[in-house]
């Protein structure tokens, strides 16, 4: 399997790993295994989605090596980080003496 960006994902492709929402930790997109076509791949955008995995045979003998769980963390983290940091006000204001220096 391989990561490719959106823009690198063709048409008849099959995804290696299932599609997780990137802003809802836990809803998936599309199961592993899912041929994509032109209509699935016109909407990855509109849900964010940057990355994802497809099959390729030139990689089969790594993909033993590769942690299927790390991407769903790395989705998980990246929602708890935008909540906590959404939580912290913002203290610099233009009128602020130091910011207009």
Same mark, same amino acid.
């Given at each position: 399997? %391989?990561?490719? /960006? ?7 492709? *099959?995804?290696? $790993? ?11 997109? @599309? ?6 076509? /032109?209509? /699935? %791949? ?7 989605? /940057?990355? #994802?995995? *497809? ?8 993909? $033993?090596? #590769?942690?299927? =769980? ?10 708890? #980080?935008? =909540?906590?940091?959404?939580? %912290?006000?913002?203290?610099?204001? @233009?009128?602020?003496?130091? *910011?207009? $220096?």
């Amino acid at each position: 399997m %391989i990561c490719l /960006s959106v823009e690198q994902v063709e048409e008849g492709m *099959v995804l290696a $790993r299932p599609l997780q929402h990137p802003l809802q930790p836990g809803v998936v997109l @599309l199961q592993a295994g899912c041929r994509l076509d /032109s209509r /699935s %791949i016109g909407l990855l955008p509109q849900y964010n989605v /940057s990355r #994802l995995w *497809v099959q390729h045979a030139d990689f089969e003998d790594l993909d $033993r090596y #590769l942690n299927p =769980g790390v991407g769903e963390l790395r989705t998980q983290l990246r929602h708890h #980080l935008k =909540g906590f940091f959404a939580g %912290i006000p913002t203290v610099a204001h @233009l009128e602020h003496p130091v *910011v207009q $220096r």
